[in-house]
């Protein structure tokens, strides 16, 4: 049991440092390309708004922002940074 969840801990661990990569890389890109800031919100907010959940866009609706993370967390399994940094993209874009 303990094992299992040590090699499950340590594959997320490599995936969200890869997620780090791969955001820095697109940050990069965006520079070079001329992507102002809030073009890069906009895009990221664009690319990711189907895979918010429902649950998550009624409760920022009704202003319940703690509680549209922990729903976050608890659809995706994303810590609570991650989760934070999801929710407040999307309540950049508007959408």
């Known amino acids: 049991m303990f094992g299992r969840s040590r090699q499950q801990q340590a594959m997320i661990q490599r995936l969200q440092a890869r997620t ?6 697109v940050d990069q890109l965006a520079a070079r390309a001329g992507v102002g800031e809030a073009e890069l919100v906009r895009l990221r907010a664009q690319a990711g708004s189907a895979s918010l959940p429902e649950e998550c866009r009624r409760l920022l609706e009704q202003g319940e922002v703690i509680a549209a993370i922990k729903a976050y967390r608890e659809h995706t399994g994303a810590g609570l940074t991650e989760a934070k940094d999801r929710i407040d993209r999307h309540r950049a874009s508007g959408s």
């Open 20 to 25: 780090q990569e791969l955001e820095a890389l």
